[in-house]
């Protein structure tokens, strides 16, 4: 079963599915907010790309995308510290969703960058460190109050909620980006963050009822509070940890230049805007509502080799795709490959959330994904140059190969380690 998953010990008791539903709701809705900013990103790529920014100007993109890795540096304060008059980690959520929602309001009232970026880009930097932290809180939370044998749903809800909004950002918006531009664009990300403050308060009730597990290691560990440094001095986390980011680097290198791979192809801005923003997010979804029940039937290392298969014969497929200059083919391999990396992603998200010590749950939390984000991050920074000088085919077979060897590595980890075997 999945408890044996994420933690690959003692089954935890059922949670009642009453109490967990209206925090699945919640964490959806809270990430389709954070989907819509990433969505928007990834697709404002091929705008620029089609008013004739050459790719290796576009770092600027994947900057803003940093934070996501660094928020590992005020984890311990996320684990610590609690805003007045808020409970602990729906404070957090609600505090830093108003940020963001700050943050995207004063771009939306500059006029879009022409020549200097970087106003523009540090303001960005706010809004995408705001909702890596409200991140961080959510997955705390859910390490805290979600019962073992529902964390595959919590992840599966994270996913599906990060698809839908890929789909507004990247698919609606983007699409339509022609006729809303740069300000109304911005005040539609900015409506959807204010929608997701409001199921927060959900949380907030779950937080208030009772001493959970967590509430009581917290108490124990005052005299130890958590740190970058005492979890470090784990040993198998610091294992765990190199192995989850050899998978993150290869995994989001393998499918994040789709969209400028198909703009170089020369399908048109608008297809990939629709295609790519509402098919692939919507095929996305349609993965982490089945992964969850997947992980309950089979071990999560033969789940994981599946969606891996999968995603790597999606990723020859774009290859052959781009050699013929077949478009539609290419297209139908990026939105598989994609679908491939969302059910993979479900399991090593309930393996992390198994794996974060209750006592410091933001910071093993952080240092597990968001730290593999941020050497992602700083990949896909150098890439683009990369890719320029060797071409998208070679890059597409050097990458499918680092995929298999560090996911090999990761699932060649103890039982214990890496789930059911």
């Keep these: ?29 809270i990430y389709l907010a954070l989907g819509t900013i990433m969505g928007f990103l990834q697709g404002l790529g091929p705008v620029l790309r089609g008013q004739g920014i050459p790719l290796r ?15 590992f540096l005020w984890a311990p304060w996320v684990d610590r510290l609690r805003w007045p008059w808020l409970r602990h980690r729906s404070g957090w959520i609600l505090s830093m969703q108003a940020l963001a929602l700050l943050a995207v309001v004063t771009m939306a009232g500059m006029p879009m960058p022409t020549t200097s970026w970087w106003p523009t880009l540090i303001l960005a930097c706010v809004a995408t460190a705001a909702v890596a932290t409200t991140d961080l809180a959510v997955d705390a939370f859910c390490v805290e109050h979600v019962n073992a044998a529902h964390r595959a749903r919590a ?18 918006i983007v699409g339509e980006y022609a006729r809303l531009q740069w300000q109304d664009s911005l005040l ?16 907030s009730v779950r937080e208030r009822g009772g001493r959970t597990a967590a509430h009581r290691a917290n108490a124990a560990g005052q005299a130890n509070p958590s740190s970058l440094r005492s979890a470090l001095r784990d040993q198998v986390l610091r294992q765990r940890l190199l192995r989850v980011t050899l998978v993150t680097c290869s995994l989001l290198a393998l499918f994040s230049f789709n969209r400028l791979l198909l703009t170089d192809m020369g ?44 995603g790597i014969c999606a990723t020859l497929l774009l290859a052959a795709a781009y050699w013929n200059q077949q ?95």
């Design 327 to 421: 478009q539609d083919l290419a297209i139908a391999a990026a939105i598989a490959s994609s679908a491939a990396a969302a059910a993979l992603y479900v399991v090593l998200a309930s393996l992390i959330l198994g794996w974060a010590d209750q006592r410091r749950a933001a910071t093993d939390y952080a240092l597990l994904y968001g730290l593999g984000r941020l050497f992602a991050t700083i990949t896909l920074l150098l890439l683009p140059a990369w890719i320029a000088h060797i071409g998208w085919i070679r890059f597409l077979l050097v990458d499918a190969t680092a995929f298999l060897i560090a996911l090999t590595l990761l699932l060649r980890l103890p039982p214990n380690e890496a789930g059911r075997t």
């Design 155 to 172: 992840a599966a809800a994270k996913m599906g909620g990060i698809s839908i909004g890929v789909f507004v950002g990247g698919g609606v």
């Design 267 to 310: 399908v048109p801005l608008a297809r990939i805007a629709w295609l790519l923003g509402t098919i692939t997010p919507l095929a996305n979804a349609i993965a982490c509502l089945f992964t969850p029940w997947l992980c309950r039937r089979w071990p999560a290392r033969v789940v994981a080799w599946w969606a891996a298969g999968f």
């Design 188 to 203: 539609c990300i900015a409506a959807i963050l204010a929608l997701a403050c409001v199921p927060v308060r959900s949380l």
């Design 1 to 29: 079963m999945l408890d044996t998953i994420v933690d690959g010990a003692v089954k935890a008791p059922a949670a009642r599915p009453s109490h967990t539903w209206p925090i699945l709701g919640a964490i959806v809705v």
């Design 57 to 71: 100007d576009m770092r600027g993109l994947f900057l803003v995308l940093i934070p996501f890795g660094l928020a």
